[in-house]
């Protein structure tokens, strides 16, 4: 068994590893086993000086951020996952509650760095509160899509903030429905919100995200992370993007018309119920894993969860990849997966 088989947990987006277990070369594949916008903010060509020289924090990155997220108390870090794994090392042993659905790598962080742990449904969480230091939410939830109000957020917040306790929610995949966003509340005390430039800019592999919180924290969370933490050419892209509005507006409304495309085809494909966000849709089958593989066999790689058993869809990026996916899906509905 390898490091990473032991250590680390599996994602989307393993593309090379499909194509040889199932002997399809990686562009002959559809992937769809990621929530990333498949049309990401278009990258210009940087100058030189971007790769040359040490990251510059008065690049106007955090001016930039600070204006898109409606938020002054931010700090840039090397994608939401990097304050995720930060973030259970800052607290000494507690409980913490935790999605017992939802991004795996929150409850696989905060495990290892010895706290104990609950695995809550929404419904349990009011009663569970009075037990609890760290509360840690998805909105939506990633990936059943499930959503949580501003008032009840800030509710729980004013709670566990009684106890010196804290309310971390994440809100990766929020970008499409902005007001939704607990950042505006930061600087309180308790409240961390975690946002990531890789899901609705579509810009995943440079590794950037931004953490609102109060500056105590957040001074803890530069001093455990240290400098630099996003390279030139990223902090350069980040500023870029977050300052384009017009692409942004354009692109809410484009994905919430795939988003309902998406959500027609498995609806007329599937009895089972759908349930997702603007950047993927997600569907609840004991018969996920046989669909898994069959739509892999076909050259369409999809994101399985096993508990419960679930299989989530990402966006295709073209037209052409709507048609081969929805051929696909017309030729397995004829068939039994009992």
């Known amino acids: 068994m390898s490091i990473e088989t032991e250590t680390m947990l599996h994602h989307g987006g393993r593309l090379l590893q499909a194509a040889q277990r199932y002997q399809r070369p990686a562009d002959q594949w559809l992937d769809l086993s990621t929530g990333i916008n498949p049309h990401g903010w278009p990258v210009p060509d940087l100058a030189i000086d971007h790769w040359q020289r040490l990251p510059d924090p008065d690049d ?95 509710e729980w917040q004013r709670k566990l903030v009684m106890r010196g306790g804290w309310l971390i929610v994440d809100e990766a995949f929020i970008d499409c429905q902005p007001e939704q966003s607990l950042l505006r509340f930061c600087p309180r005390p308790g409240l961390i919100v975690l946002r990531s430039i890789g899901k609705f800019f579509g810009l995943a592999g440079i590794r950037a995200g931004f953490v609102g919180a109060d500056l105590a924290l957040l001074d803890q969370l530069t001093q455990y992370l240290g400098p630099w933490t996003l390279s030139g050419p990223t902090r350069q892209v980040c500023k870029l993007a977050l300052a384009d509005s017009d692409w942004q507006l354009k692109t809410r409304c484009r994905l919430r ?20 966000t603007e950047l993927f849709q997600t569907l609840a089958t004991a018969d996920a894993g046989e669909l898994h593989q069959r739509l892999a066999r076909q050259g369409i790689l999809l994101r399985r969860f096993e508990q419960p058993s679930q299989i989530r869809f990402g966006l295709p990026q073209y037209e052409a990849d709507w048609q081969r996916l929805q051929s696909v899906l017309t030729s397995l509905s004829q068939i039994s997966f009992t």
């Open 60 to 154: 106007g990155l955090l001016a930039a951020a600070r204006a898109y997220y409606q938020c002054q108390n931010l700090l840039e870090v090397a994608g939401s996952q990097a304050a995720i794994q930060a973030l259970p090392r800052l607290r000494s042993a507690c409980r913490v509650g935790v999605p017992s659905i939802g991004y795996a790598e929150h409850q696989h962080a905060w495990s290892l760095a010895g706290h104990r742990l609950q695995r809550l449904d929404s419904d349990q969480i009011d009663q569970a509160l009075e037990q609890l230091d760290v509360l840690v939410l998805i909105n939506p939830n990633n990936p059943t899509g499930e959503r949580f109000s501003v008032e009840q957020l800030l």
């Open 257 to 276: 018309d795939d988003q309902r495309r998406l959500q027609a085809l498995l609806t007329e494909t599937f009895v089972e119920p759908v349930q997702g």
